[in-house]
């Protein structure tokens, strides 16, 4: 049995002076090397839960733990983030005047790493994805495919620990979706690294080792394949 | 890549905004530019003045602020040249006075035997024969202001007198001015016996040190008088603490119209990019590095707009120079200094101007910012 990485407890998350209740008490663990998906409609609060496994937000009640110790009392998040996870969006979140090969290099400023170092990197990991001949594109002129590419280039810039990506292919046709679960998938399975993707897409979520459904800010199930 | 080069691809995503915050900035360090450069070129004209004529000291009686010092009674000389090392002591008298359609010129009288009149060059003419003769020499400048020339009257206040000689003076302010025997500006201005300012020359080879307890002496013995040397007299002078009062006031509201320029720039820059710092926060940047990318924009924008703004400011000296009102009384100083100044007051505008949208920008939520379109 693997090392837990990310313990969940009783986690609930609310909104508007808790008029709005995203998460109404989530309790897991995320092993090392695990691909899990997390999977529920729109607004049930997986991209609420993402958010707060990725230290992006704070639990209104309840703690997560990563590697045994709270995210509450990590002191600096930036730097917990930078070094360990790395994220991948529905919307790319690409910066529009850096070409690609700058856009993956940019969380690299985090590291103690020479420019030129950081160039090599960037390069590596976009030829990695496919991209070794789009290093000096502009995102505007790159397909929506290609744009998630550069994302998933970008979020495993800085070797993280824990990959977390909220709807990677919620922006794209299903031969890009597909190309792109493939591409995390292989990271996955070459680097072993942990992996949680959001989705409302059964399609997708399929692609993971497990499956946590979500319905109205309560997991409902919990399966390994 | 560079950090740097995401500051200047950032800036180059709204180039005529930037174009124009760099054009405001450029304007406010302009104006620095030029009136400290009149200002300091009007008080080393000064100074230059004190040199040419060869005074270690100048002695006047403290008064309250005006143009030119009090006048006081011209026997006092005799008292300083009783003091150590004091060679030579000569009163002269010095006014504003507005001559005929000139504007208020300076008009010196100085004692026909005295050390002041060896640095002088007498172009044409001579100098007054006598203290009774009616007789003025003028300046070069003075000459071209007041269209006159060798044998012309000149009216000042109730007299007239005849253009004697005109001559030229290495210190700029005396270029400008009228010069007549010590006796005649006495009697037009009805200071009998008096004078304004008391220069001192020491013997030669006389050390700083030996300067400087002259001074003190003079301070300590001769209560309500004042000792100044060249340099000092120049900066004390009321006239030109004038002029640098006005033109630090003048630089110090074009830099804050400036500094507001460029917070509104940069504050827009942030609003425009919430959704972007959100990105770079969520990623893992941390909120000092997106206070140094701010800062180093607006840096960026001001430090263009000081050289731009330097280069405005010296082209605006040379036409400030050609005025009427300035032609041959004033040189601005161009000087490295003045650069130097020039660009450290605008990289000071930027992290002003920059600061507030700095700390807003990196204060910004990842997720609320993330959301933001």
């Known amino acids: ?44 609060g997986k991209s609420t839960l993402l958010q707060l496994l990725g230290a992006l937000d704070e639990p209104s009640e309840g703690e997560i733990l990563f590697r045994g110790k709270s995210l509450l009392e990590i002191p600096d998040l930036c730097r917990f983030r930078a070094q360990t996870i790395g994220f991948v ?12 090969l700058e856009n993956v290099q940019i969380p690299m400023f985090e590291m103690p790493w020479s420019a030129a170092e950081r160039r090599r990197r960037a390069t590596e990991l976009l030829k ?6 789009r290093l000096h594109h502009l995102p505007p002129k790159m397909s929506g495919g290609e744009r998630q590419r550069v994302a998933i280039a970008r979020s495993l810039a800085n070797e993280p620990q824990l990959l977390l990506a909220d709807e990677p292919t919620g922006n794209l046709d299903s031969a890009n979706a597909k190309r792109v679960m493939e591409h995390l998938q292989s990271i996955h399975q070459q680097r072993g690294m942990t992996m949680v993707v959001v989705t409302h897409d059964w399609n997708i979520a399929n692609f993971a080792d497990r499956v946590i459904r979500i319905l109205d800010g309560r997991i409902i199930s919990d399966n390994r394949t | 890549m560079s ?23 450029a304007i406010g360090i302009a104006a620095v530019v030029a009136l400290t450069s009149i200002a300091w070129g009007f008080e080393k004209s000064w100074e230059q003045a004190y040199r040419a004529r060869g005074t270690d000291l100048v002695v006047t009686k403290i008064t309250s602020q005006s143009p030119m010092p009090a006048p006081f009674n011209e ?21 504003l006075i507005s001559i005929e359609d000139a504007p208020t010129t300076l008009v010196f009288g100085w004692a026909l035997d005295s050390f002041l009149w060896d640095h002088l060059k007498v172009v044409k003419g001579r100098k007054p024969s006598g203290d009774d003769e009616k007789a003025v020499v003028i300046g070069t400048v003075a000459a071209d202001m007041l269209r006159k020339s060798i044998g012309a009257k000149i009216h000042i206040e109730a007299d007239e007198f005849t253009i004697c000689g005109i001559f030229e003076s290495t210190a700029l302010v005396e270029n400008g001015a009228v010069i007549m025997s010590l006796r005649q500006l006495q009697r037009v201005t ?16 006389s050390t700083q040190e030996q300067v400087e307890s002259l001074r003190k002496t003079i301070k300590e013995r001769f209560a309500g008088f004042n000792a100044f040397t060249s340099s000092e007299v120049a900066q004390s002078n009321t006239a030109i603490q004038a002029a640098k009062g006005m033109s630090w006031a003048t630089s110090l509201i074009a830099l804050i119209v400036g500094a507001v320029g460029v917070t509104n720039t940069m504050l827009m820059s942030v609003f425009e990019r919430i959704h972007e710092i959100g990105i770079l926060l969520a990623i ?13 924009e607006s840096m960026a924008l001001s430090f263009l707009g000081g050289l731009a703004g330097v280069a405005l400011g010296f082209v605006a000296i040379k036409v400030i120079q ?29 992290v002003f101007g920059g600061l507030y949208p700095a700390v807003r920008g990196s204060r910004l939520s990842p997720t609320a910012a993330l959301r933001y379109e």
């Not at chain 1, 969006?89 to 690609?100: G, Y």
């Open chain 1, 1 to 44: 049995m693997s090392a837990v990485l990310i313990e969940v407890r009783d986690v609930q998350r609310s909104f508007d002076e808790g008029r709005v209740q995203a998460l109404r008490g989530a309790d897991f663990t995320i092993e090392e090397g695990e691909f899990a998906a997390i999977v529920g409609p729109s607004g049930c």
């Open chain 1, 128 to 133: 990695s994805v496919g991209l070794g001949e």
């Open chain 2, 75 to 95: 026997k006092f000389a005799a008292d300083l040249l009783k003091l150590p090392r004091v060679k030579e002591v000569s009163g002269l008298l010095t006014d």
């Open chain 2, 322 to 350: 050609t005025t009427p009102m300035i032609h041959g009384k004033i040189e601005g100083e161009i000087s490295a200094a003045l650069f130097g100044l020039a660009i450290l007051v605008a990289l000071a505008l930027g």
């Open chain 2, 190 to 205: 009805e200071n009998t016996g008096k004078v304004n300012f008391l220069n001192v020359k020491l013997e030669p080879g």
């Open chain 1, 89 to 100: 969006f529905q919307s790319f979140h690409l910066l529009p005047t850096l070409t690609a």
């Open chain 2, 284 to 296: 893992g940047w941390r909120r000092s590095r997106i206070v140094r990318m701010i800062l180093y």
């Open chain 2, 3 to 25: 950090f740097l080069t995401i500051v200047f691809k950032n800036l180059l995503r709204r180039r005529t905004r930037s174009l124009l915050t760099i054009a405001g900035i």
